[in-house]
């Protein structure tokens, strides 16, 4: 186990430190823009993390916002800076396929709310990325656009739905990038891919042009290099917005980078091992060395029913998502893939009042870990219960789909890589609308790593 992130993710720089160069006019919009596109023709052949490459687009975006910067308008930030969203995200002008065949002449004429926001921040939009099938699968198997080959090794799976982001972004295409997390989907992929994601508390970004998945589980975030970035665009992303209503009016996230976390209390999950490999402890135990290092105190918390969070988020999971696609498995069922269409069809046999009893359940559970977080500030898990699968394999959702479940902030920070070289991660879970103690936590664990 070699302890910290994978070296290789960094190797074009981090969007904090980009964004510092273009504000000091040392790199050009255009230069950067054309750099990354150089790299996508070059690399994502065999990448496969792009559905649509926006060139014309991007180039045009980017000698505008150089000439924005150039006129003293600089924006903040995001200006200039290359990004791409996933293949859910609606953005005027372009194919918007949801990772289908069913979609996959589905002509977008308006930007959703993500896209609006990236653009208004004056980010340059590369391209749309790979995802497995309606984002219903956590690998990026995908039985029309193919699987998603992970940097660290080809031969092994990005996870997924988040698939092409998380490979985009981990080989240096792009500077950070959108996905969107039902059950895992950001998570996963920034985990198997040596990356921070972050999932966001349930309302604080709007979901306004986003395919649904899972009307009350999908969540958007952001999926960057360093937690640093990933702060930059959940700022970018964050406000209220009338379009979504599951959108809420709360205070925006403000980091104190320089505040220490001494005296944070952390809940661990006892008994891991009976869910993960050792390879993943040991990796999680990286992780949570740093943080005590760093003045935090752990605290054991015994939870053996942990599996079942996961088995009640897929319940409700599949009752949501066939109830939004119910009118396509009517009349096109053979233009899906098998495995969504199997997941799909599989929760018709729930009973007709399964919906009403998951939801009680759910109260039940928010209330339990209300009472959790009045003795613990964060709580944590491996993300991943092993490393990376075979190319096209699916990954198990064993720590990351009861946060969805719960709608509580949730993010992934590398903390290892195997012997062979597959990066994995350590999940930070705070309370409802406190992902800055969320990043703040991951950070201590980042630069501790860095340091070391």
Same mark, same amino acid.
């Given at each position: 186990?070699?302890?910290?992130?994978?070296?290789?993710? %960094?190797?074009?720089?981090?969007?904090?430190?980009?964004?510092?160069?273009?504000?000091?006019?040392?790199?050009?919009? +255009?230069?950067?823009?054309?750099?990354?596109?150089?790299?996508?023709? @070059?690399?994502?052949?065999?990448?496969?993390?792009?559905?649509?490459?926006?060139?014309?687009?991007?180039?045009?975006?980017?000698?505008?916002?150089?000439?924005?910067?150039?006129?003293?308008?600089?924006?903040?930030?995001?200006?200039?800076?290359?990004?791409?969203?996933?293949?859910?995200?609606?953005?005027?002008? $372009?194919?918007?396929?949801?990772?289908?065949?069913?979609? *996959?002449?589905?002509?977008?004429?308006?930007?959703?709310?993500?896209?609006?926001?990236?653009?208004?921040?004056?980010?340059?939009?590369?391209?749309?990325?790979?995802?497995? /099938?309606?984002?219903?699968?956590?690998?990026?198997?995908?039985?029309?656009?193919? #699987?998603?080959?992970?940097?660290?090794?080809?031969?092994?799976?990005?996870?997924?739905?988040?698939?092409?982001?998380?490979?985009?972004?981990?080989?240096?295409?792009?500077?950070?990038?959108?996905?969107?997390?039902?059950?895992?989907?950001?998570?996963?992929?920034?985990?198997?891919?040596?990356?921070?994601?972050?999932?966001?508390?349930?309302?604080?970004?709007?979901?306004?042009?986003?395919?649904?998945?899972?009307?009350?589980?999908?969540?958007?975030?952001?999926?960057?290099?360093?937690?640093?970035?990933?702060?930059?665009?959940?700022?970018?992303?964050?406000?209220?917005?009338?379009?979504?209503?599951?959108?809420? #009016?709360?205070?925006? !996230? %403000? +980091?104190?980078?320089?505040?220490?976390?001494?005296?944070?209390?952390?809940?661990?999950?006892?008994?891991?091992?009976?869910?993960?490999?050792?390879?993943?402890?040991?990796?999680?135990?990286?992780?949570?060395?740093?943080?005590?290092?760093?003045?935090?105190?752990?605290?054991?918390?015994?939870?053996?029913?942990?599996?079942?969070?996961?088995?009640?988020?897929?319940?409700?999971?599949?009752?949501?998502?066939?109830?939004?696609?119910?009118?396509?498995?009517?009349?096109?069922?053979?233009?899906?893939?098998?495995?969504?269409?199997?997941?799909?069809?599989?929760?018709?046999?729930?009973?007709?009042?399964?919906?009403?009893? !998951?939801?009680?359940?759910?109260?039940?559970?928010?209330?339990?870990?209300?009472?959790?977080? @009045? @003795?613990?500030?964060?709580?944590?898990?491996?993300?991943?219960?092993?490393? *990376?699968?075979?190319?096209?394999? #699916?990954?198990? !959702?064993?720590?990351?789909?009861?946060?969805?479940?719960?709608?509580?902030?949730?993010?992934? !920070?590398?903390?290892?890589?195997?012997?062979?070289?597959?990066?994995?991660?350590?999940?930070?879970?705070?309370?409802?609308?406190?992902?800055?103690? +969320?990043?703040?936590?991951?950070?201590?664990? /980042? $630069?501790?790593?860095?340091?070391?």
């Amino acid at each position: 186990m070699t302890p910290g992130g994978p070296g290789w993710s %960094k190797k074009y720089g981090t969007l904090d430190e980009i964004s510092a160069k273009i504000a000091g006019k040392e790199v050009s919009p +255009v230069e950067l823009t054309t750099e990354a596109l150089d790299r996508i023709a @070059q690399q994502d052949g065999d990448l496969n993390s792009f559905q649509l490459v926006l060139a014309d687009r991007a180039l045009a975006a980017a000698r505008q916002a150089e000439q924005e910067i150039l006129s003293g308008n600089y924006r903040g930030p995001l200006h200039g800076v290359p990004v791409a969203v996933k293949d859910l995200m609606a953005m005027k002008g $372009t194919i918007t396929t949801a990772g289908s065949k069913i979609f *996959a002449n589905n002509l977008t004429d308006y930007d959703g709310t993500g896209v609006i926001r990236l653009q208004e921040a004056g980010a340059i939009i590369v391209g749309k990325t790979r995802m497995s /099938e309606f984002a219903y699968s956590p690998g990026s198997n995908n039985a029309h656009y193919g #699987p998603t080959r992970n940097p660290a090794n080809p031969e092994f799976d990005t996870g997924g739905s988040s698939s092409g982001s998380g490979a985009a972004v981990a080989a240096g295409l792009v500077y950070g990038a959108l996905g969107t997390d039902t059950g895992g989907s950001i998570r996963i992929p920034s985990a198997l891919c040596g990356l921070v994601g972050l999932k966001p508390t349930f309302g604080r970004l709007s979901l306004y042009g986003a395919t649904t998945l899972s009307w009350s589980l999908d969540h958007l975030g952001p999926m960057t290099r360093t937690v640093q970035d990933n702060a930059l665009l959940l700022s970018a992303l964050e406000g209220y917005d009338p379009r979504d209503i599951r959108s809420r #009016p709360v205070a925006p !996230v %403000k +980091v104190d980078w320089q505040r220490d976390i001494n005296g944070l209390r952390v809940g661990v999950l006892s008994n891991p091992e009976f869910l993960a490999t050792p390879e993943a402890i040991e990796a999680w135990h990286i992780g949570l060395a740093e943080l005590q290092k760093a003045g935090a105190e752990l605290f054991e918390v015994p939870m053996a029913d942990f599996d079942i969070l996961r088995s009640l988020n897929g319940a409700l999971l599949g009752l949501e998502a066939s109830a939004f696609h119910q009118p396509y498995l009517s009349s096109r069922m053979d233009e899906y893939g098998e495995f969504p269409r199997q997941r799909l069809l599989a929760a018709y046999a729930y009973a007709p009042n399964a919906f009403v009893l !998951v939801e009680q359940v759910r109260q039940a559970i928010r209330q339990r870990f209300v009472g959790l977080f @009045q @003795q613990i500030d964060l709580f944590s898990t491996p993300t991943m219960p092993a490393k *990376a699968p075979p190319l096209g394999t #699916p990954a198990p !959702v064993t720590f990351t789909g009861p946060f969805n479940f719960l709608g509580w902030p949730a993010a992934t !920070v590398p903390v290892g890589c195997t012997a062979d070289g597959l990066p994995l991660g350590l999940q930070l879970v705070g309370r409802a609308w406190d992902e800055a103690t +969320v990043l703040r936590a991951a950070y201590a664990i /980042e $630069t501790g790593l860095e340091t070391n």
